[in-house]
């Protein structure tokens, strides 16, 4: 899971617990705070080397780090996004991130779709 930020980060960390408590394995979690750069030669080496990249993002969606690494890895890893679409709810922190489904628990149930 690739992510731009502390508050998903938390909640990826969260989701690869569940993972590993789950399921025998624990998916990695890489922050990379800048959104819409390019990635470095060793960040795309190594990504390169997983089976599926899941990008977490709480923020609008044009030409974020979903756009990038789709472009730089799309064509040798599969590359998915979790994230808000539209205009974020209003609420409490955990109630806004289950509704955008980007909560541990709504990270957990799309990584077990995945290895299902």
Known sequence: MVSSGPLLS?????????????????PAVFTMPWIC???SDDSLTELSEFDHIVVLENHN???????????????????????LSGIPANGQPTEVLAHH????SSIFAFIEGLVS
């Open 10 to 26: 938390h909640e990826a960390l969260n989701a690869s617990a569940l993972t590993a408590t789950t399921h025998g394995f624990t």
């Open 37 to 39: 750069a390019d990635l």
């Open 61 to 83: 969606e044009a030409l974020a780090k979903f756009e990038v690494l789709s472009r730089q890895l799309g064509e040798n890893v599969p590359v998915t996004r979790i994230g």
């Open 101 to 104: 489904k980007v909560d541990a």
